[in-house]
Structure formats: structure tokens, C-alpha cells
């Protein structure tokens, strides 16, 4: 019914915007790397329709039953290591080169915006290609892990503790620079262009609100409409990211 309300909006429209503004903040979530092969969470087909997130991504199922959880990480880790970044992801780097975009803010843990060249990326959920120890907060490269010194789940020959991907668990505290950061630049930009993300999971999800309270205009993209266009969106292009977001940046970038 409400989708009637919405004027969706299109690349000519925002792109005027975008250059008038000078420079923008990025704000993504998984929806930016389906389209590189790697399932979202929430979308008909996403992983929490396959998994019970409660007994996969807590740190209290981690704690209580690391086997099960470290076999879920195999499976949805693994695929990672051998993606690589979809158009979005390179429009993306490209503005940030020709210095539109400040920073890209990300809930994801595919390390992909760094692989299309991003070079300012503001990790909420920490980075699956490294891990830590959970003791003496070691880190090691994922790939190490796999060699059988390790064991499995892996432990640290250090101190005995258990060694994660360095990824934020439900129950687990986000890393508080990228915090502090988020916050920052999304208070500070004039406008918020928010690719990919259902809007569900705070505090990443706040981020928008933040930035609209702070004067910012909000741009977003999705294949459908979310909790963030119901409540600051302004202009909403709704499709696959990486057309939309190849589109725009060939607008923007001439
Ligand atoms: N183009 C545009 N939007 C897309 C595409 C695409 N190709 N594919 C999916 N989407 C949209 C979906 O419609 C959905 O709104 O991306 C959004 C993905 O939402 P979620 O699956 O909820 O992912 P995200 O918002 O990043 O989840 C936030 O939840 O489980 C935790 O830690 C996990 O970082 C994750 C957080």
C-alpha cells in the first residue's frame, strides 16, 4: 500500500544532488555483495532463513558450542576468501578516488570494498580475513588457521584460548574507533547515500537517522523498500546495486 507514497526517484536526480553536495558518506550492508555471490541475511533466500542466528552468531553459542559455530563459519567464511568485488563496489572506490566520497561506513565482513580499491572503510563488524585470539587477542590471517598445528576450532599455542574470525558476534561489543568514526561522519556529511541494508541491526542502523538529524539528505538503494525509507529517505532508487550504483557514478564522474 505505502509504496504508492514512495516518488522513486532516478540517477539523473541524484547525481545533480551529489555533485552539488561536493562530498558524501557511504553506508552498506550485504545487499552491496550479492550481487558478488555472497548471500545476504534477511532476503527470502538469506542465510538467518537457513540458520537460526541465536545458535550460530552469539558469542554465547560460540562459547557453548564452538564445533557447531566454527562449522558455520567454514561455510560462510570460506566462500569469502575467493569473492571478489561487483560493480557497486567499484563505483564506490571510483567516487572516493575522484573525491565525492569521504568514507565508506560497512556492516560487512567481505573485505570487498577494500578489494575494489576503497581505501577509507570504517568496519562495524570487524574483517573475516583475520582472526583473533580471544585471550591474547593475537592475530593471525584467517588462512594460517588451517594448517592442523591449530586444531578445531582453533586455539591459541600461546595462551589455549579460542582463535575467531575477527568479526562482531551478537552479544559482542563493536570495535569502539570504528564506532567513534561511524558516528563522525555521519553527523558531519551532507549527504548519505545507503546501499544494500535492510536497517535492522543497530547501531549501524541509527546511522541514517543520525545523519538526517544532522542536516544530511538520504540517498538509498535496495530492490525493495526498507525501515529506512519508510522513515528519512529521500530519494529512493530501487534495484540491483550494481547497475544503479554504475549508473550514478557514470553521471557523477562524466
Ligand atoms: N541490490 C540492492 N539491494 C539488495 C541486493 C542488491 N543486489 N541484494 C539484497 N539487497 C537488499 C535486501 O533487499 C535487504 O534489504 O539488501 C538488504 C540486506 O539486508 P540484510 O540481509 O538484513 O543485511 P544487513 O542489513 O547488512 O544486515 C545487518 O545483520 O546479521 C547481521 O551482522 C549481520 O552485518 C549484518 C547485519
Known amino acids: 500500500m505505502w509504496m504508492n507514497l514512495f516518488n522513486p526517484s532516478d540517477t539523473d536526480e541524484v547525481a545533480k544532488k551529489i555533485l552539488q553536495k561536493g562530498e558524501i558518506v557511504v553506508l552498506t550492508g550485504a545487499g552491496i555483495s550479492t550481487e558478488s555471490g555472497i548471500p545476504d541475511f534477511r532476503s527470502p533466500d538469506g542465510i538467518w532463513s537457513r540458520y537460526d542466528f541465536t545458535e550460530y552468531a552469539t558469542i554465547d553459542a560460540l562459547l557453548k558450542n564452538p564445533v557447531k559455530v566454527f562449522g558455520f563459519f567454514k561455510e560462510f567464511i570460506d566462500p569469502l576468501k575467493t569473492a571478489s568485488p561487483n560493480k557497486a563496489h567499484y563505483a564506490v572506490a571510483r567516487l572516493e578516488e575522484a573525491g565525492i566520497v569521504k568514507a565508506v561506513i560497512t556492516q560487512n565482513i567481505d573485505n570487498l570494498h577494500q578489494k575494489a580499491g576503497s581505501k577509507n572503510v570504517v568496519e562495524l563488524h570487524g574483517n573475516a580475513t583475520v582472526a583473533r585470539c580471544m585471550g591474547c587477542r593475537k592475530l593471525y590471517p584467517l588462512k594460517e588457521l588451517e594448517s592442523e598445528k591449530y586444531g578445531f576450532p582453533p586455539v591459541c599455542p600461546d595462551c589455549r584460548k579460542l582463535i575467531k574470525p575477527d568479526v562482531i558476534l551478537f552479544g559482542e561489543m563493536l570495535p569502539e ?65 550494481g547497475e544503479i550504483m554504475n549508473e550514478l557514478a557514470g553521471k557523477i564522474l562524466g
Open 177 to 241: 574507533d570504528a564506532l567513534k568514526s561511524a558516528y563522525q561522519y555521519s553527523m558531519g556529511t551532507k549527504l548519505m547515500l545507503v546501499i544494500g541494508t535492510s536497517g535492522t541491526v543497530a547501531p549501524a542502523s541509527a546511522l541514517p537517522h543520525l545523519a538526517k538529524r544532522s542536516g544530511a539528505d538520504i540517498v538509498e538503494i535496495n530492490l525493495e523498500p526498507t525501515i529506512i525509507t519508510k522513515s528519512v529517505t529521500d530519494y529512493f532508487l530501487q534495484g540491483k546495486a
